[in-house]
Each structure stands twice: as structure tokens, then as C-alpha cells.
């Protein structure tokens, strides 16, 4: 405890008396905290963007046609595969999704949109936060994403118009808003929900679909009685319902085209601004104790231990970098202040969290060498000998 | 009645050096009393510094032994070396003498840190020790706001508020000119023989002798001469005996 207090005590009066140094090294730990803490954000809000849809799902198995690679877009299920999966023992409910994009061409600026096809209050149909469910059949009523009213100032009980082209046509169609969910982007866009019927006649189709009017389902999304069954669940739906490969959320999100692809280049921008990161405290604070040896040696010469010499040198590190990154979390909470709602910027994920508490290790592992090499300077430096 | 602080008895540092053996300290042995200020003095290379690392624990030596204040430093591993330098040892070095970020009263009042003595009285007591030596309005200046003379006399602060059994001194004055060099060093001395402390100075400036005790002048390795009579000290100083 007398090492800790005279450690900290030595620590904090070189910090102060050299303030506009370290004031500078925090200022530069704070700028690398600003970059990993958008590159975190950006990849939470690109994940979100991503997979947002299937993370909220209130299910725990997604059923896609064998053979479809987990692709939401490969898997096109039959009509009554649906049926068959209610039946299977130990599935509490199981509802279909259909998807699709589409665009909202009766803003002033159209806006590209998923277009998903849902059963009102089954599984794959979010929970509603305003207004209602749309009803059933082939009702023009569509529940949107909050995502599409803060790009579009959209409110319940406007009116809609999209475009899909079918066939060689563009087609109009007039939706009204009835309700509204949170959180439910996918690919990349904000959502609308629509009813099954509806959005196999107004989503976009090729010449040879126009004939049909039967929508077959993407996926099928599986609310089991008993979540924690989910392996012996996902064999038993194999066995049971034909042409089906089943996936949890996890892998369905994987799944999605270009999501892993793109997370491990945010991730690993992100590992790189680290590492450059622990370079840079790295490299100062090796700097700083090449500069220090007489003076550490005339410490240990006088009755310092290695542990007081070592310690302080860990307090100064940690006190710099605790700076650098309150610096630039408070950087970074103002620039978020004024971003756009399209850029998108995540700052309440696990993400952010993880790199502040990286963010904050950098510091004693970039230090880490200096340190060694400070408890090592033999107290004979103080001396002319060493 | 004065006492032994220091004793080194046959004392021999070896060194290999290209193959072949070179003894820096050879065979040396001499008493230092509590309250008796003694300069080491030779050549370059005549192994003073060596002498003076190990006096300090900071080197072991080959052979022989040190005792101080009647403890063996031979007996000692590194821990009990590291408590012996905080606890019964006083340094000046030749430069970079002090902690430059803490003023001149934390400078001094860090050894009593160390030692876990830092109370009302022990910075009553580094605040009279600073006055005596001229510092009453240095107190919060740090190390580059004062002089190299003024640098030392905290450094002597330093090496005599914890009450030590021995204070070194490895060349105080290199780095003074001459009417500086002389106020430390007697300030130095006055305040070794009023502390009855035991006072080691290495130099190479023999002038500074005027004001030790006693020298003990070395060559190669070796204790050639003992200088005990004040007339022989101040001719030395003066420059009359050959070197």
C-alpha cells in the first residue's frame, strides 16, 4: 500500500508539472478513441442496418428451403410448408415472411425501402408501437419501420405511394400507414410491412411471375414452446416437414448476403486503429523513459524500489490513457449530435462499450515495454559507472 | 564519543575485461567515523567510483566486506540493499541530482516519503535544513528554476534529512564554479560534523580537500596514502604535495 502511495504520488506530480506534455498525448489517444469509436459505431449501425430485422425476431428457428445455403433470398418455400411446420410438436407458432424491395416515390425524395410480407401477430411480424396491425387479405395498409418516418416525416394514417416494376412496367400502388415498429431495418433500409396477399401483387416481378397469385414465403419464422430445445427442435423439423434446412438467428444473420464480408473489414479497420493505438502510447512512453534513466536511476539509488518505479509508471499510463479516452468519448458523443439519421451511427451497442474497455488496455500494453525497461535501469546510472 | 558508521575490510571488485581479470578496488580497508567528513580522491580510472557504488550497495563486491552502521552488506540481498540506501544512506550525485518535477521542499521531503516519516515535524525540520542552506525562498521552485549550486544544496538536504549513518557524495561539485563549489562543499561539512553523520565525497578537485577530515588517495585500485593531519590535508588542497 506505502508502494501504491508513493507510486501515485510521484505519477500524479509529474503528470501536472508536465501537463501540456501528457495534455498532448491525451489529446492524441483521444483522436485514435474519436476514429475507433465511429468505426465501432459504423459497424453497429451497419450490423443493425443488416440484420436488425431477423435479431428482433420474436422466434427462435428460421425454416428455409434445403439446399438454399441460409440465403434468404435463395430460399423460396412452398405455401404449405407453413402448415406443415405448425404441426410439429414443440412449435408454438410459426408465421411467414416474404421480401422484397421497393421504393416510396411519393416523397419529395423517393426513398428505397425493404418491402416485407408478414401475418399480423405471428412470428416474423413485429410488434406494433403506434397505431394498428394492417388486416388481413389483400388490404392496402402497410405498418412502417419508425427508420421510414425519420427519413420521410411520414405519419400513421398518410398515404403511400410505391413503384415496382412487373414485368417491362413500372406500377404505382397507393399504400395507407397504419401502425408502426421499431428497429426493424433490413438489408440496408428502413422497412414497410404488408400483408402477404398484397405484397405478391404490388412487389416488383418478372414477366413469367405476373401470372401467379400465390406468394411463396422466403423463410418461415419458428417460435418454439421450449427456446431452450433448439438443436433437438431443428432435427425434428428436418424429419418432419420435407425440403426444409433449418438455422438459428445467428446463422440466418451470417447468412445474409455480404453481412460477414462487411463486419470483418469494419472490425478489422478497427483492430488496426488499436494497434496503432498501442504504437503510439507505445512509442511515447519508451521516448519518455529513455529520457528518464539517470533520473530513474537516482530513484532506485535513493531507496526506491522496483515497484514504486514500475507502479508509477503504470499510474502515469493509466491516467493519460483514462484521459485520452474520456477526451474522446465526449468528442465523439458531440459529433454524434450532429449526424443525419442515414448515416449509420450505433453509439448504444456492445461495440462501443467493448472499445472503450480496449480503448483504456492500449494504454498499459503499449507502455508495457517501457515499463519492463524501467524496472530494469540499474540504480547505477545515477552514478557515472552505469 | 564518535563511532564507527563505515568499515571496509580488504575489499577487491574484479572486472573481466577482454579475457583478462582487472581489480578496480584491491585490497582496501579503512574506518569511517560518525561525524568525520572524508574525501576519496585520485586519478581517472584509479577506481573511486567503484569504491563509491559499493559503499552505496548499488555494486557487489568480489571479495571483502562493507559493513555500515554494523551491518554487512555482503549479508544483504537486493530487498535488504534497496531498505539500506532508503534507510541508512545519504546521496549527492555529480548531476541530475534531483526529481525534476517535484520543487525543492518535495525533493527533500520525498526521502522522508520513502522512509514513512513524513509528518508536521519532518517538514518543519526539511524547511529549517533548507533555510540553513540559504533556500527559504527556493522552497516551490523545481529543479530547472534553480542553479546548479542551489541544486546541490537541496541535494545535501536531501541526503541528511532521513538522518542517515553515511552520506555520499559522488563528485557535488562538477558542475559549480569554483566560489560555488566552495560554499557546498562547506556547507557540506558543517552540516556532516553537526548531524554526526559519516561524510564520503569523491572529487577530483583536491581544493575541495581543504575542508575533509581526512583523504584517502587512490591509485589503481589501491589505497596509496592517507592524508589525517590538517596540515598535510591543507597543503594538498593548496596544491604543495605532488598528487
Redesign the interface.
Known amino acids: 500500500m506505502?508502494n501504491f502511495f508513493?507510486a501515485t504520488?510521484?505519477a500524479v506530480?509529474?503528470v501536472?508539472?508536465?501537463r501540456g506534455r501528457f495534455l498532448l498525448v491525451a489529446l492524441v489517444i483521444a483522436l485514435i478513441t474519436l476514429l475507433v469509436l465511429f468505426i465501432a459505431a459504423l459497424g453497429e449501425g451497419l450490423a443493425n442496418g443488416n440484420r436488425q430485422y431477423v435479431a428482433n425476431l420474436d422466434a427462435q428457428l428460421i425454416v428455409f428451403l434445403e439446399k438454399s445455403d441460409y440465403s434468404i433470398s435463395a430460399s423460396r418455400l412452398e405455401t404449405n410448408t407453413v402448415k406443415a411446420v405448425r404441426r410439429v410438436e414443440g412449435v408454438e407458432d410459426a408465421g411467414p415472411v416474404y421480401t422484397s424491395t421497393t421504393e416510396i416515390v411519393s416523397l419529395p425524395e423517393s426513398l428505397k425501402v425493404s418491402m416485407l410480407g408478414a401475418e399480423a401477430g405471428k412470428p416474423g411480424m413485429p410488434s406494433i408501437i403506434d397505431g394498428r396491425d394492417f388486416r388481413g387479405g389483400e388490404a392496402r395498409e402497410a405498418v412502417m419501420d419508425r427508420n421510414v418516418a425519420l427519413r420521410s416525416d411520414l405519419k400513421i394514417g398518410d398515404t403511400i405511394q410505391i413503384r415496382s416494376t412487373q414485368g417491362t412496367d413500372d406500377k404505382f400502388f397507393d399504400l395507407v400507414i397504419v401502425g408502426m415498429v421499431d428497429g426493424q431495418s433490413y438489408f440496408f433500409q428502413p422497412t414497410i410491412f404488408v400483408p402477404a396477399a398484397t405484397w405478391e401483387k404490388i412487389r416488383p416481378q418478372s414477366e413469367a411471375e405476373l401470372n401467379s397469385d400465390t406468394p411463396y414465403p422466403n423463410i418461415i419464422a419458428v417460435k418454439l414452446t421450449d427456446p431452450a430445445q433448439l438443436d433437438v427442435m431443428a432435427t425434428r423439423l428436418v424429419d418432419e416437414v420435407s425440403n426444409i434446412e433449418i438455422a438459428d438467428l445467428a446463422t440466418t444473420i451470417n447468412n445474409i448476403p455480404g453481412y460477414s464480408a462487411q463486419q470483418g473489414t469494419v472490425q478489422t479497420q478497427g483492430v488496426f486503429t488499436l494497434l496503432i493505438g498501442i504504437l503510439v502510447i507505445g512509442g511515447f512512453f519508451q521516448i519518455q523513459i529513455l529520457q528518464k534513466v539517470?533520473?530513474i536511476?537516482?530513484?532506485?539509488?535513493?531507496?526506491?524500489?522496483n515497484g514504486v518505479v514500475g507502479l508509477s509508471a503504470v499510474i502515469q499510463i493509466i491516467v493519460v490513457t483514462a484521459l485520452g479516452v474520456g477526451i474522446g468519448g465526449g468528442l465523439t458523443y458531440l459529433f454524434s449530435l450532429g449526424f443525419p439519421p442515414t448515416i449509420p451511427l450505433v453509439f448504444n451497442g456492445s461495440r462501443s462499450l467493448i472499445a472503450v474497455a480496449l480503448l483504456l488496455g492500449i494504454g498499459p500494453l503499449g507502455g508495457m515495454v517501457s515499463i519492463i525497461y524501467a524496472v530494469r535501469i540499474?540504480?547505477?546510472k545515477?552514478?557515472?559507472?552505469g | 564519543m564518535s563511532s564507527v558508521a563505515l568499515e571496509v575490510r580488504d575489499l577487491v571488485k574484479s572486472f573481466a575485461l577482454d579475457g583478462a581479470t582487472i581489480n578496480a578496488v584491491d585490497g582496501v580497508s579503512f574506518q569511517v567515523n560518525s561525524g568525520e567528513f572524508v574525501a576519496l580522491v585520485g586519478p581517472s580510472g584509479s577506481g573511486k567510483t567503484t569504491m563509491l557504488s559499493i559503499l552505496a550497495a548499488l555494486l557487489t563486491p568480489t571479495t571483502g566486506q562493507v559493513l555500515i552502521d554494523g551491518q554487512d552488506l555482503a549479508q544483504m540481498n537486493e530487498k535488504k540493499r534497496v531498505k539500506l540506501r532508503r534507510e541508512k544512506i545519504g546521496f549527492t550525485f555529480q548531476s541530475n541530482n534531483l526529481i525534476p518535477y517535484l520543487t525543492a521542499r518535495e525533493n527533500v521531503e520525498f526521502m522522508l516519503r520513502l522512509n514513512n516519516k513524513l509528518d508536521r515535524a519532518g517538514r518543519i525540520r526539511s524547511d529549517e535544513l533548507l533555510a540553513r542552506l540559504g533556500l527559504s525562498d527556493r522552497l516551490h521552485n523545481l529543479p530547472a528554476q534553480m542553479s546548479g549550486g542551489q541544486q546541490q544544496r537541496v541535494a545535501i538536504a536531501r541526503a541528511l534529512i532521513h538522518n542517515p549513518a553515511v552520506v555520499l557524495a559522488d563528485e557535488p561539485t562538477a558542475s559549480l564554479d569554483t566560489e560555488r563549489a566552495f560554499q557546498v562543499v562547506e556547507t557540506f561539512a558543517h552540516l556532516i560534523h553537526e548531524n554526526d553523520r559519516a561524510g564520503i565525497m569523491v572529487t577530483h578537485d583536491l581544493r575541495m580537500c581543504q575542508f575533509v577530515d581526512r583523504v584517502l588517495q587512490m591509485q589503481d585500485g589501491k589505497l596509496v596514502r592517507v592524508y589525517e593531519s590538517k596540515q598535510e590535508i591543507l597543503e594538498l588542497a593548496q596544491g604543495v604535495l605532488k598528487h
Open positions: 506505502k508513493l504520488y510521484l506530480k509529474e501536472i508539472r508536465n539517470p533520473q536511476g537516482v530513484l532506485k539509488a535513493i531507496g526506491s524500489s540499474e540504480p547505477l545515477a552514478l557515472r559507472l
